[in-house]
């Protein structure tokens, strides 16, 4: 690949959505615990994440999601604020702790009572309520009886799908169980930078397992209690590998990368199996997918719909920056990501908006027949807010728009992409970043709460608004 050429600046951010189908979906996206705060409010416990924001040095700055956006007490303001941009839906998630204190037993009613509010007030707005029911606020509880390396957590969160979808599921058609399980099996397990905050590969990789364990068993729940034919999917976060050369041992790397970063979710799902070349892959660093008996068949449970989160890809190569291929000291094969020198977001990834066409394209060719849709795309940019609270934002319009435009460079390249959230709607609380990196569309300004759309939000609600008058609607 030659990605010093993909990333040059929107020419135009006007004709993004050119080429897009009249039925195409918009929507932003949020997660409960990145907005909603009222932590100790209503009967929630706490999850991993709270806990996680009290370790010191875990969080930039100490934050946490005890206030967040107060998202729970702003909900009606926020939902006029959706609708005023005119997108169709609106993705959030539920946070388990708020409607299953502790992670067991029956749903807490007050809790569940406010997602029932925010649906009745997308409905009253239509706006499309898009649910995710994982978003990685596992009960606390449930992390000190084992967390996702423990299989019991699995069938845990398949309890939990069911009392949301006993709650909701009369106004609700689109339901996604986890969003990123590569997050909250890798950041969470393995690298311990997100909750738990544990360093254990093979622990990681017995919690992929009970992650898409979880999926299927919830997938299986979620039909058999929905009042009516629901659209099921799951979240990926996923990017291109690209080998840095033609290299055998480059091409093997960029394997290895989409392997562990993609393959091992997307085949399990999708094709009824775990890929080969991983699982030994997997056995050379002494870890193994602790399959039983019938699992893959729940968790290949038939999907209506691919969420993928797209920010960023990578190139990789096989040998150190100067020298031969050789093993890692570990006694693996050795990878590493090279740099690309492209303009970078505030999270320092790079700007690679064809990594996402033709990861789209390469998604409709191996597993043909899933509907996508891009859940997540977006970027941190360091805002300068004017003393009005507007923001300038070409910077994150660029993004968007170049984003966009890849989207339907896929779609006519054959692939079946049917909608795109913005993430996020509003600044949050961005993880193990704190309040520092801002995703919004909308910026909030964290001393006072006030919400101010930022130029990238005009313009996105401009955007699907003309496309909208193209359709017709
Ligand atoms: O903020 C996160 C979100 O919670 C999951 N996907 C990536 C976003 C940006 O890091």
């Not at 360093?199 to 990789?205: L, N, Q, S, Y």
């Not at 099921?232 to 290895?256: C, E, F, K, Q, W």
């Not at 930022?454 to 955007?463: G, N």
Request: charged content about 25%; proline content about 7%.
């Amino acid at each position: 690949m030659d990605a010093t050429t993909d990333s040059r600046p929107a020419e135009a951010a006007a004709d993004a959505a050119a080429g897009l189908p009249a039925d195409f979906l918009w929507g932003v996206a949020t997660s409960a615990y990145q907005i909603e705060g009222a932590h100790e409010e209503d009967g929630r416990t706490p999850s991993i994440w709270d806990t996680f924001c009290r370790v010191p040095g875990a969080v930039v700055g100490g934050e946490n999601g005890d206030t967040a956006c107060d998202h729970y007490h702003r909900m009606p303001d926020d939902v006029a604020l959706i609708a005023g941009l005119g997108v169709d839906a609106y993705r959030f998630s539920v946070s388990w702790p708020r409607v299953q204190p502790g992670g067991r037993g029956p749903a807490n009613a007050r809790g569940l009572a406010f997602y029932d509010r925010l649906v009745d007030e997308l409905l009253a707005k239509d706006v499309l309520p898009w649910i995710t029911l994982y978003h990685w606020d596992l009960p606390q509880e449930l992390e000190d009886a084992g967390g996702w390396p423990a299989r019991d957590t699995a069938h845990r969160f398949a309890d939990f799908a069911e009392l949301v979808m006993d709650g909701l599921g009369d106004r609700v058609r689109h339901w996604t169980t986890l969003n990123e399980p590569w997050c909250s099996a890798m950041l969470g397990y393995e690298q311990g930078v997100h909750a738990p905050g544990r360093k254990d590969f093979p622990e990681a990789i017995r919690a992929v397992h009970h992650l898409l364990l979880g999926h299927g068993l919830a997938a299986q729940r979620l039909r058999a209690a929905a009042p009516e034919p629901i659209q099921l999917g799951i979240t990926l976060n996923m990017g291109t590998a690209y080998p840095a050369s033609d290299r055998a041992a480059d091409r093997d790397a960029a394997r290895r990368a989409d392997g562990l970063g993609a393959r091992i979710y997307l085949d399990p799902l999708l094709r009824g199996r775990y890929p080969a070349d991983v699982v030994a892959d997997l056995a050379l660093a002494g870890a193994e997918l602790p399959v039983q008996d019938g699992d893959l068949e729940l968790i290949a449970e038939p999907l209506d719909l691919l969420g993928v989160n797209y920010y960023s890809s990578h190139v990789f190569s096989g040998t150190p920056e100067h020298g031969e291929p050789e093993a890692a000291p570990t006694g693996e094969p050795f990878s590493r990501i090279v740099p690309q020198q492209l303009p970078v977001t505030a999270m320092g990834w790079d700007i690679i908006p064809r990594g996402l066409t033709d990861l789209l394209v390469r998604l409709g060719r191996d597993y043909p027949g899933l509907p996508l849709y891009i859940t997540e795309n977006g970027a941190a940019f360091d805002d300068t807010a004017a003393p009005d609270g507007t923001v300038e934002d070409a910077d994150r319009t660029a993004y968007l728009a170049d984003h966009i435009r890849a989207v339907a460079a896929a779609r006519t390249a054959g692939a079946d992409v049917r909608g795109y959230f913005a993430w996020s709607l509003m600044d949050n609380f961005e993880w193990a970043y704190g309040y520092d990196k801002r995703f919004g569309l909308v910026r909030v300004d964290y001393d006072t709460q006030r919400r101010t759309p930022k130029r990238s939000a005009l313009w996105f609600s401009d955007t699907v608004r003309r496309h909208r008058e193209q359709r017709g609607g």
